[in-house]
């Protein structure tokens, strides 16, 4: 499947995506409302939603993602918006030779797609050497909540004009874990005749301590933990955790 295709179910997938809470979530942390000259690395940038709201707020920005496929959507969309950032086609946990930035942010429970603890140390570590002194990292993920309550077992459909979905969402392997199993039916303009597409999906999340004792190991301070777009604690029924944490100062 083409990589037009491929967008079209992406962003049709995630049209309802709350990608304003995300840039209100990140205006809050950093204090700022515009991000006029603002350096920002979005890891797991996808077919290019937020970095075309940070261009217009100001930011330079610069996307990584590991799909070649999303990369050329995301080149398409911003040039489209007026503007070309850097886009590296890179593994979150093997980031190099991006540049050194003020902000670097993995949203949309993109983190959620690593397995294992190594696979989190190592993007932890990777953001930390991009990050100027004094820079913030901010992430989010699925609460352990939303893994076993929310997803596993659950089964979620649409069925729209040019596409149908079926997804399932079954217990992985790993403490924590899901596979969802996605069939997309694609309706080809050309012939209306329908496309059947398979995907699957894997994502784990770990515990908020976890994920604290990792920053600190990766050697970030001034770590901030909240839940679902606010700065609420997080409980037991929250959903999407948020981090925010930063880059220490030499000699502090």
């Given at each position: ?9 992406y ?5 309802d995506?709350p ?28 077919t290019g939603?937020?970095l075309?709201r940070?261009q ?5 920005t610069?996307g ?8 050329s ?5 911003c ?10 086609h ?8 991006l ?9 949309c429970?993109s983190?959620n ?7 989190v ?12 002194e004094?820079g913030?990292?901010?992430f989010?993920v ?7 309550e929310?997803f596993i077992g ?13 997804w399932?969402?079954?217990e ?15 309706r080809?303009?050309s012939?209306g ?9 894997k ?7 976890q994920y604290?004792?990792?920053l600190i190991?990766?050697?970030f301070?001034d770590?901030s933990v909240?839940a ?6 997080p409980t037991?029924?929250?959903?999407r955790?948020?981090?925010t ?5 030499r000699?502090?």
């Amino acid at each position: 499947m083409n990589y037009q295709a491929f967008a079209f179910l992406y962003d049709s997938l995630m049209e309802d995506a709350p990608y304003e809470r995300w840039i209100d979530y990140l205006r809050l942390q950093l204090n700022q409302r515009q991000f006029d000259g603002l350096s920002v690395l979005d890891v797991g940038c996808g077919t290019g939603e937020l970095l075309v709201r940070l261009q217009k707020e100001g930011a330079e920005t610069v996307g990584v993602d590991l799909s070649l496929e999303m990369l050329s959507v995301a080149k398409e969309k911003c040039e489209q918006a007026g503007f070309s950032p850097p886009l590296f086609h890179q593994s979150m946990t093997d980031l190099e030779g991006l540049g050194s930035f003020d902000v670097v942010t993995i949203f949309c429970d993109s983190l959620n797609y690593l397995e294992t603890e190594v696979e989190v140390c190592r993007t932890f570590e990777g953001v930390h050497r991009h990050l100027q002194e004094g820079g913030f990292f901010l992430f989010d993920v699925h609460s352990l909540n939303k893994i076993q309550e929310g997803f596993i077992g659950q089964t979620f459909a649409e069925d729209g004009e040019d596409l149908a979905y079926i997804w399932t969402s079954f217990e992985g392997v790993y403490p924590h874990s899901i596979e969802h199993e996605l069939t997309f039916f694609v309706r080809e303009e050309s012939s209306g005749y329908y496309e059947r597409v398979l995907e699957l999906h894997k994502q784990r999340t770990f515990s908020i301590k976890q994920y604290h004792d990792w920053l600190i190991k990766a050697g970030f301070c001034d770590i901030s933990v909240y839940a679902d777009f606010t700065v609420a604690t997080p409980t037991d029924q929250s959903e999407r955790i948020f981090f925010t944490a930063r880059k220490k100062m030499r000699g502090k």
